[in-house]
């Protein structure tokens, strides 16, 4: 597990690395014993865990920001969400995933401000993403079964 520190980002705070942290290493892993149904409460802080289910993002994970041009992604596996590293992370960067990889049937959506030079503009569902970057991140094993069939 590598070493995060929680600080001020572009977009209020973020989740940053204090070592480097080589490309396919597990960043951190979450688990939780609860687990919601889609509710109308839930705001865009949720992580989508299964096709009708979300995590609450407890703790730090929840500053984890969206990037479109992201170093990591989420493995999801029952009850547990590995956070690996997706490019080669250098001691001081920002950990980010692209928050349309876990979302599938998703009314949520959010405007982006990443800064990237890719930016999309608008965070939306995995399935509105370009196929070929479903598939570059289908292939990095960072997309959870449910959001695609
Ligand atoms: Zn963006």
Known sequence: MAKLVVKRSRNGRGIFSE????????ITVFTYPIFYAKSSKRNGTWLQVGDSLYMEPLGFIRFLNHSCSPNSGFKIRGKEARLVAIKDISAGDEVTFDYSTTMHKDKWSLKCNCGNRKCRGLITNFDTLTKSLQNRYKKLGIVPRYAYS
């Open 19 to 26: 070592e480097s942290i080589k490309k396919g290493s597990t």
